[in-house]
């Protein structure tokens, strides 16, 4: 610790009478004051501040009075942000609730179906699996949200969930409880939407792999706007590209509905700029949800047409 300097010596002798005492050393004379409260103070009694020194009492006050302001500042809803503008200090809660949710849905099943592997016999499942052509010939418009949190299987949640919590962790403390929820939801969609107007009508589809690839998506985005390398990202993308290509059954084109939603809906969240942070980004997810049920209600008049034209529709 550096000590501060002693007043310079005059011409004429030093009277150590004529100086006062200091403060907390009454019998320690000193020619130094605190430059806050003009005190006398010793050596021992003076720390180094920004502008000249202070005393001990004035560097403690000082102390107090800042982290007063902090616990005011943090309270007025300021502090450190994230790009996105969620708050550093929060926790991932959405996360594990959407894990929840799917593995409560996925273990109904299994007790209706009497069956973890063949869970998609249940009644529930029945009720929920996206198929558009009940969609088209029923109105049955639930199940676009239902699909996104049923799974064939043990293997296929316990892949979707292994993957959802690895994403949804970093993304959520990124994004905050509210938007990351928006991106997932809106992903979710993409996906559905992805697979309605592109998919066999006749086929169902069911799992969190839309909201899960939207994910994927928003996590490159996200490496691209924090400058970071994006070479993991982009090779988690290609290989689970791959797989979905390779592996018979799955739903490419849910992936990449799912994929292309949920990175559009990051680059709203994390590039949209501070004083209109919100109003951009929920405008995003607004314009995006338009547009998705925009491409649903087409898609669900063409095919409504065709059925009637076959007979089919009532």
């Not at 409560?104 to 558009?132: C, E, K």
């Not at 905050?176 to 992903?187: I, T």
């Not at 490496?223 to 090779?235: C, F, K, S, T």
Request: hydrophobic share 50%.
């Amino acid at each position: 610790m550096s000590q501060p300097p002693y007043p310079p010596q005059s011409g004429q002798p030093y009277q150590q009478e004529a100086l006062p005492g200091c403060w907390w050393h009454p019998n320690r004379q000193t020619g130094l004051r605190c430059v806050r409260c003009d005190r006398p103070a010793c050596p021992d009694c003076l720390r180094e501040a920004s502008v000249g020194y202070q005393c001990v009492d004035c560097v403690q006050a000082g102390r107090q009075q800042q982290r007063v302001q902090a616990v005011q500042y943090r309270r007025a809803g300021y502090g450190a942000r994230t790009v996105a503008g969620a708050r550093l200090s929060q926790r991932a809660v959405v996360t594990p609730a959407l894990i929840a949710v799917n593995v409560l849905v996925y273990v109904v099943t299994a007790v209706q179906a009497r069956s973890p592997m063949n869970n998609d016999s249940s009644q529930l499942f029945a009720d929920g699996v996206l198929w558009p052509a009940g969609i088209v010939v029923r109105d049955e418009w639930w199940r676009l949200v239902t699909s996104g949190f049923l799974h064939y299987g043990l293997i296929h949640i316990g892949m979707n969930m292994l993957a959802l919590w690895i994403l949804g962790r970093d993304l959520e403390i990124l994004l905050g409880k509210v938007r990351f929820l928006a991106v997932y939801a809106v992903s979710l969609l993409g996906g559905a939407a992805a697979v309605f107007v592109f998919e066999d009508i006749r086929t169902g589809t069911a799992g969190a792999s839309g909201a899960i690839y939207g994910l994927m998506g928003a996590l490159l985005v996200a490496v691209l706007r924090l400058r970071l390398n994006p070479g993991a990202a982009i090779g988690i993308i290609v290989l689970n590209l791959i797989l979905s290509v390779s592996i018979p059954g799955i739903s490419l084109l849910g992936h990449l509905g799912g994929l292309v939603v949920g990175a559009l809906a990051m680059a709203a969240m994390v590039y949209a700029p501070e004083k209109q942070r919100v109003v951009y980004q929920a405008g995003t997810v607004l314009v995006l949800t338009a547009a998705l049920a925009g491409l649903v209600v087409y898609r669900d008049a063409q095919l409504a047409a065709q059925l009637c034209g076959t007979g089919l529709c009532a």
